[in-house]
């Protein structure tokens, strides 16, 4: 870590080790929240006309890949830029 003193690197990984690995989970879950719900975010600002549907269809690209969205979902009904 650059922007993490040693000492302070040091305490957090300490605090990591001693931590329960179900609130690491949550911890996860929550990171993994947060960044779909920024990137449905950005979504919504470059297809500001699609439904939340069509947003979370873009979104499928992004998580699994083109190829394998498109096989699990079907097509997508936008294009792929603005």
Sequence with gaps: MHDT????????VQVLRAMPAS???????DANRTARRLALAGIGLR???ASQEERVRLLM???L???LAERVYGPRTLPSRR
Excluded: H
């Design 65 to 67: 890949g083109a190829e």
């Design 23 to 29: 609130r690491k989970i949550d911890l996860v879950e």
């Design 47 to 49: 297809f500001a006309d």
């Design 5 to 12: 003193s040693a000492a302070a690197a040091d305490v957090q």
């Design 61 to 63: 690209d992004i998580v």
